[in-house]
């Protein structure tokens, strides 16, 4: 099956831009999807599509895409931005219906 | 507003069968529109997809857990299924249902997740 690749850990000054980014061969065929996701909760979508945001996510969280690499950029981050990123997308390696998530990034606001 | 809600045995002894259920509310499990899926995540690790059904029956599993895993959905009840038989510590883990996009792929509602730990 596809794999996608994030950076284990990302940190960013309070009120920087911060992006963080998810390699997969599946990205060249789908779009990537990001999840929030705080200790002791479930994750949260955040983007998904070419760059949708669903009701209640602020407009600071923006995602992108360019060939096998989809990037979610936080611009301006807040404290509260502190927590692990998931990327996900559909499955390209033969199984089109499968799902991939990546490894997480753990976004640290300093 | 559409709600998961996981149930079931939060203990499993080593070769049993994890059994959990997922009950939706605020949105009918029959919409044509998302698949219902199962995702897990070991404490401290990253998140892994186990499967997902279609109000049809129809079923997709990860090729690493397709051996042991079965999904069904009880539609009358508006509430989906998980099965994992032979399990082992590796299977120790939150457990979580969510909706899936039908084309979109991504999970737009998530249950709160139910810790399940295997051990004798």
């Known amino acids: 099956s596809s794999e996608l690749t994030q950076d284990p850990a990302v940190s960013v000054a309070l009120g920087q831009t911060v992006r963080i980014t998810c390699q997969g061969d599946?990205?060249?065929?789908?779009?990537a999807s990001w999840y929030q996701q705080k200790p002791g909760q479930a994750p949260v979508l955040v983007i998904y599509?070419?760059?949708n945001r669903p009701s209640g996510i602020p407009d600071r969280f923006s995602g992108s895409s360019s060939g096998n690499t989809a990037s979610l950029t936080i611009t301006g981050a807040q404290a509260e931005d502190e927590a692990d990123y998931y990327c996900?997308?559909?499955?390209?390696?033969?199984?089109?219906?499968?799902?991939?998530f990546g490894g997480g990034t753990k976004l640290t606001v300093l | 507003q559409v709600q998961l809600q996981e149930s079931g045995p939060g203990l499993v002894k080593p070769s049993q069968t994890l059994s959990l259920t997922c009950t939706v509310s605020?949105?009918?499990?029959?919409?044509?529109?998302?698949?219902w899926s199962w995702i897990r995540q070991p404490a401290g690790k990253g998140l892994e997809w186990i499967g997902r059904?279609?109000?049809?029956?129809?079923?997709n599993y990860n090729p690493s857990l397709k051996s042991r895993v079965t999904i069904s959905v009880d539609t009358s009840k508006n509430q989906f299924s998980l099965k994992l038989s032979s399990v082992t510590a590796a299977d120790t883990a939150v457990y979580y249902c969510?909706?899936?996009?039908?084309?979109?792929?991504?999970?737009?509602?998530w249950g709160q997740g139910t810790l399940v730990t295997v051990s004798s």
């Open positions: 969510a909706r899936e996009g039908l084309l979109s792929g991504y999970f737009d509602y």
């Open positions: 605020g949105g009918s499990i029959s919409s044509g529109s998302y698949y």
């Open positions: 059904i279609y109000t049809s029956g129809s079923t």
């Open positions: 599946s990205l060249r065929s789908y779009y």
């Open positions: 599509g070419k760059n």
């Open positions: 996900n997308s559909r499955d390209s390696s033969g199984n089109h219906l499968g799902v991939v």
